[in-house]
C-alpha cells in the first residue's frame, strides 16, 4: 500500500483546521440563529458552549485521529470492538448529508457575488430575488460549479490540495472579514447594533432556555466541525509531536472571532438599513443583508465582496468534509483519491439537488444532519473516549506536551461527565425538535407537494 499522506508543516495542518471550522456556519447561519434567538443572550450562551463543549470535544476528535491514523471508519474499528466501531458510520453519513446543501448553500453565495457586481441588489424585492436565486435551475447550477470545485482540490490531496489552498483562502478570510467590519462600524446603525447584539438580556434567557440550549449547541457543534470526524481526520495527517490542547485552542479562538465579527459586519449594516434582524431566518444574509446593500454607497461592489468572502470560507470548508468520506474510501476499500473524489462529488450533487430545488429540503437535511447526527455523533465518540479507552486518550493527549500537569485528566473527567450529561439532553432536545418539523412544516408540504 502506498505511504499514507501526511501535512507538509504544522501550519498547513492549523489552517487546513480553522478553514473547516470558519464557513457558512459563522457568516451565515450564525448571525441568523442570533437573529433568530432575540440577539445578545444567544451569543452569550454560545461563547460558552463553545468553551464547555466545543473544545474537549474538538479534542476528543484529535486523540482519535492522531492515535489511529486513520479515516472515522478505520479509526473505530482500530480501538474499538463490537457496536463501538459503527459510531465512524454516523460520521460518514452526517459528511455525505451536510455536503450535498451544504453546496446549495454556497452556490447561492455565487449568486450573489454576480448580482452584487452588476449592481443588481433590491430593497424592495429582495425576498423575491431571494426566492428566484435559491431554487431552479440556477441554482442547481451554481452547486455543481461548487461541487466541482470541492473535486478539483480534494483530488489533488493533502498537501497540494488541500494545505495550498487552505494557505490562500483563510488568511483571505480573516482580514476581508475584519476589513468589512470596521467598514460597518463607521454605519449609522452601528450603536443600535451592538446594544442589540453585546448586551445580553438574562431574563429573556431564563424564559427562552429550552430553545436557545439546544440551538446554540447545535451552533456550536457545526461551526466547530465537530461530530462529523473532520478534526479525527485531518488529525489522522498528523505527526506526535504536536500539541494537541493548543491547536485545538487555536482553532476554536479563530472560529469563535470569525462568527462575532460576522456578527459585527451584519448587524450594523441591517440597522442602518432600518431591517429587523429577528425575522428572516437563514434568508438573513441572502435577503435583508443583501437589501441593506442595495441602500448603501458601492453597495453592489461590498456586497460582491462580502458574498465572496462567504464562498471562499463555505469552500475551505467543503473540502474537509469531502475528505472525511474519501479517506474513508481509501483506506478502507482502497479506492484511489481522484476516483473516490469524483464519484462521490457526483453522488453528492445529486443528493443535494432536491434542496436546489425547493428550500424546504435545506431544513429536512439542515435539522436531520446538523442538529441530530452531529451531536449524537460527538456524544458517542465521547462516551467512547471518556469511558471505554481512557487510557489510550491519556497518554495520546500528553504526546507533544511539556508539560501536561493535570490538563490531560481534568479534559478526561469533563468528557466523561459534564460533556456527556449536556450532549445526552441536547440531543434529546434538538430530536424533539426535529420531531415537530417532520409532522409540522414537512408534512404540510408534502400534503400540498404529493
Ligand atoms: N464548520 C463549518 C462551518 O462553520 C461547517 C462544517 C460542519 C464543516 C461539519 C465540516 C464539518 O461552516
Ligand atoms: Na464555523
Do not use: C
Amino acid at each position: 500500500m502506498a505511504q499514507r499522506e501526511s501535512w507538509a508543516t504544522r501550519t498547513g495542518f492549523i489552517l487546513a483546521a480553522v478553514g473547516s471550522a470558519v464557513g457558512l456556519g459563522n457568516i451565515w447561519r450564525f448571525p441568523y440563529q442570533v437573529g433568530e434567538q432575540g440577539g445578545a443572550g444567544f451569543l452569550f450562551i454560545y461563547l460558552l458552549l463553545i468553551v464547555g463543549i466545543g473544545f474537549p470535544v474538538i479534542l476528543v476528535e484529535f486523540v482519535v485521529g492522531r492515535n489511529t491514523e486513520r479515516n472515522p471508519v478505520g479509526a473505530l474499528k482500530r480501538i474499538g470492538s463490537g457496536a463501538w466501531t459503527k459510531i465512524g458510520w454516523v460520521f460518514v453519513t452526517a459528511g455525505f448529508v451536510i455536503l450535498s446543501y451544504y453546496s446549495v448553500v454556497a452556490g447561492w453565495t455565487l449568486r450573489y457575488v454576480l448580482l452584487g457586481l452588476q449592481g443588481n441588489y433590491t430593497a424592495d424585492g429582495a425576498l423575491d430575488q431571494f426566492l428566484g436565486a435559491a431554487s431552479g435551475m440556477d441554482a442547481v447550477v451554481l452547486h455543481a460549479i461548487f461541487m466541482a470545485a470541492v473535486i478539483a482540490i480534494v483530488a489533488l490531496g493533502i498537501e497540494r490540495g488541500i494545505e495550498l489552498s487552505v494557505k490562500l483562502m483563510v488568511p483571505a478570510i480573516i482580514i476581508i472579514s475584519v476589513g468589512l467590519a470596521a467598514y460597518a462600524f463607521t454605519l449609522d446603525g452601528a450603536t443600535e447594533a451592538y446594544a442589540y447584539y453585546l448586551s445580553p438580556n438574562f431574563s429573556t434567557i431564563a424564559s427562552n432556555w429550552t430553545t436557545i440550549l439546544p440551538a446554540a449547541a447545535a451552533q456550536a457543534f457545526f461551526t466547530l466541525s465537530l461530530g462529523m470526524g473532520v478534526m479525527i481526520t485531518y488529525a489522522s495527517y498528523l505527526g506526535e509531536d504536536r500539541n494537541l490542547a493548543e491547536d485545538a485552542g487555536i482553532i476554536a479562538v479563530l472560529d469563535t472571532f470569525i462568527a462575532f465579527t460576522a456578527g459585527l459586519i451584519a448587524f450594523p449594516i441591517l440597522f442602518a438599513a432600518g431591517i429587523e434582524p429577528g425575522a428572516s431566518g437563514p434568508a438573513l444574509i441572502f435577503v435583508s443583508l443583501a437589501a441593506a446593500f442595495a441602500e448603501l454607497p458601492l453597495g453592489g461592489l461590498l456586497g460582491a465582496i462580502f458574498f465572496g468572502t462567504v464562498a471562499i470560507a463555505a469552500l475551505s470548508s467543503a473540502i474537509s468534509i469531502m475528505e472525511v468520506v474519501v479517506s474513508y474510501l481509501i483506506d478502507e476499500r482502497g479506492i484511489g483519491r481522484v476516483p473516490a473524489t469524483a464519484a462521490l462529488g457526483v453522488a453528492m450533487f445529486l443528493v443535494g439537488t432536491p434542496a436546489a430545488l425547493d428550500l424546504v429540503f435545506i431544513d429536512l437535511y439542515d435539522g436531520f444532519a446538523n442538529s441530530i447526527l452531529l451531536m449524537l455523533g460527538g456524544l458517542l465518540l465521547s462516551i467512547f473516549v471518556g469511558w471505554i479507552v481512557p487510557d489510550l486518550a491519556l497518554e495520546e493527549i500528553s504526546k507533544g506536551i511539556r508539560n501536561v500537569g493535570s490538563l490531560g485528566s481534568t479534559w478526561l473527567w469533563f468528557v466523561r461527565i459534564p460533556v456527556v450529561l449536556a450532549l445526552i439532553v441536547l440531543v434529546a432536545l434538538n430530536a424533539w425538535d426535529y420531531f415537530g418539523f417532520l409532522t409540522g412544516d414537512f408534512a404540510d408540504w408534502l400534503n400540498t407537494n404529493l
